[in-house]
């Protein structure tokens, strides 16, 4: 019902920057559209997300050097990810609030982001 593909992870050395997109095929009207991370051994949590209206929320911990754009109109979201460390090395994922989901029922496959010292 909701799909999401996301790109653009890769190789990158400390204090480089990456940037994520992901779009969205979905039968439903999206409400927002996030990211998530979860590095080896731990538990996935919220990088931000955009919601309709162009309001953006983020982790405190990421909100200096990450950002998030996108059209939820055209089912798109970007991450910009600047200043970037070896503690930031995780598989981020996007997810989509739709069909009176919230964010973090619809995943996408993910994408390797691998930050090297």
């Known amino acids: 019902q909701v799909q999401l593909v996301e790109s653009g992870g890769g190789l990158v050395q400390a204090g480089g920057s990456l940037r994520l997109f992901c779009v969205a095929s979905?039968?439903?009207?999206?409400?927002?559209m996030g990211w998530y991370r979860q590095a080896p051994g731990k538990q996935r949590e919220l990088v931000g997300y955009v919601a309709r209206d162009g309001t953006t929320n983020y982790a405190d911990s990421l909100k200096a050097r990450f950002t998030i754009s996108g059209d939820i109109g055209k089912n798109t979201v970007y991450l910009q990810m600047n200043s970037l460390t070896p503690e930031d090395t995780a598989v981020y994922y996007c997810s989509a609030a739709a069909g009176g989901f919230a964010l973090g029922n619809y995943w996408g496959q993910g994408t390797q982001v691998t930050v090297s010292s």
């Open positions: 979905s039968r439903f009207s999206i409400s927002a």
